[in-house]
């Protein structure tokens, strides 16, 4: 659910936690590029308008056993037996980012939006939903190393998810880098003002105005719930990197 300026900030930070294995942290370091890609793959159903369990392997409103990406494994073999190391990096970032989604579900957007009491009705939760969201994205767009917009660029898809047409991974991969170059531009405003069918100037106004945002958020879903649920996904998603890549 967070955006994927948010995914590859953390995915970066992967790269140097010395709670991941020196081994795994060489290897992804040295596929980098494929790696950074994989982080952001999963969210490129928004171009091809697929559903997102297609690419997330599960529903919000349908329990499920194992972890997401462990079903994706098992939906799809071919992903436990990469091609390359490329591949392998590729995947691994497309488990950090199902384990950080996950994670996202469960503890925040379950229990304190789907399932909250507060706001006029979910409809009204879930516009502010994007709110927080818009707010995490332009922190992290800020965090997202000098290195980035080069790698994703330079990443060489080859066919890599079976689920996936190769030509909507290409056209995300450029999309995600138009926006993280040096000279880009961010289309977070336009992309939820299109789900949640408001202004792209509306919500950078909403999103700008502190009280407004304390009145409809922040007083019922305080600061430091929602960074104590990315430590979760980060660690999470670190468990499950680490767990991927020493099974594989």
Request: aromatic letters at 10%.
């Amino acid at each position: 659910m967070p955006t994927p300026f948010s995914h590859l900030v953390a995915v970066d930070r992967l790269l140097t936690d010395a709670d991941v294995p020196a081994t795994i942290r060489d290897v992804l370091n040295a596929q980098r590029a494929a790696y950074l890609l994989g982080s952001v793959a999963p969210d490129a159903r928004v171009n091809a308008e697929n559903p997102r369990a297609a690419t997330h392997f599960y529903h919000y409103e349908i329990p499920y056993e194992k972890a997401p990406w462990r079903i994706m494994l098992d939906e799809n073999p071919s992903l436990a037996a990469p091609t390359n190391p490329a591949h392998r990096a590729f995947v691994a970032g497309y488990v950090a980012h199902l384990a950080m989604d996950q994670v996202w579900t469960e503890d925040m957007l379950v229990p304190y939006f789907g399932n909250g009491e507060w706001g006029a009705d979910i409809k009204a939760r879930f516009f502010v939903l994007h709110l927080m969201l818009i707010d995490m994205d332009e922190r992290d767009l800020h965090l997202i190393p000098d290195y980035a917009p080069d790698e994703i660029c330079a990443a060489q898809p080859d066919d890599w998810l079976p689920f996936m047409p190769q030509d909507v991974l290409i056209d995300w991969q450029q999309m995600i880098y138009n926006q993280i170059k040096p000279d880009g531009e961010s289309k977070t405003y336009d992309i939820f003002g299109e789900r949640v069918k408001r202004a792209a100037d509306e919500l950078r106004r909403l999103a700008g105005d502190d009280d407004w945002m304390h009145e409809h958020l922040w007083q019922h879903v305080p600061r430091t719930i929602m960074g104590s649920v990315e430590d979760e996904m980060y660690d999470h998603a670190r468990d499950s990197l680490i767990a991927y890549m020493q099974e594989h």
